[in-house]
């Protein structure tokens, strides 16, 4: 349905006014909505998230690198974000049928090396970022999927 069709079959629906809508409070919408309050307390921003929380959706488990998050949140420690597993080694590991062999570390690029990064949940960081957007103002609207532009 086009919005012109919805407005002849069920009239004017009530509308909301923001500065910023965000779809997705995924860590890259939740970092604009937090970066854009942190710039202006003023604006009125709105996180759209189709699942039922912010982290609902997010495929959990990764390794993070957290450099962006330093340059949110500098305080992120005493923040109480959820890195709570520092990466302790790396092993790149060549599997044959029989057996595991462990890549000599100094064959490992940089690139593959880990260090200084976390083994976290990605869905529980989504979550604790949600909550510091919202702490700053942010709204964010979850169980609404974004359909179309208006
Ligand atoms: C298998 C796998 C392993 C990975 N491992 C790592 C890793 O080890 N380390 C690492 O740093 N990265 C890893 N990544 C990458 C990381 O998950 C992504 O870079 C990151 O999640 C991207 O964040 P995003 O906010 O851009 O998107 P997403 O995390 O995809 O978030 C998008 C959000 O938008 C919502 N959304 C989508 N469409 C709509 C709509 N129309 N209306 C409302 N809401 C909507 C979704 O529900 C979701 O919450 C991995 C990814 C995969 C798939």
């Not at 919805?6 to 909301?16: C, H, T």
């Not at 970066?35 to 709105?46: E, G, I, M, T, W």
């Not at 599997?95 to 100094?106: G, I």
Request: negative net charge; aromatic residues 6%; contains cysteine.
């Amino acid at each position: 349905m086009t919005p012109q069709e919805i407005l002849d079959q069920f009239g004017p629906r009530e509308a909301m006014e923001y500065d910023v809508v965000v779809v997705g409070a995924g860590p890259a919408g939740l970092a604009t909505a937090i970066r854009l309050k942190q710039l202006d307390a003023n604006l009125s921003v709105v996180v759209l998230e189709k699942g039922s929380e912010p982290g609902a959706h997010i495929l959990s488990g990764a390794v993070m690198d957290p450099r962006a998050l330093a340059e949110l949140f500098p305080d992120w420690k005493e923040r109480g974000a959820p890195l709570n597993q520092p990466v302790t080694g790396d092993e790149v590991l060549i599997l044959t049928e029989q057996r595991a062999s462990a890549t000599p570390q100094a064959l490992i690029p940089p690139c593959m090396h880990n260090d200084g990064c976390y083994v976290i949940s990605l869905g529980a960081v989504t979550k604790w970022l949600g909550e510091q957007a919202e702490a700053l103002g942010v709204e964010i609207f979850p169980g609404f999927a974004a359909a179309e532009l208006l």
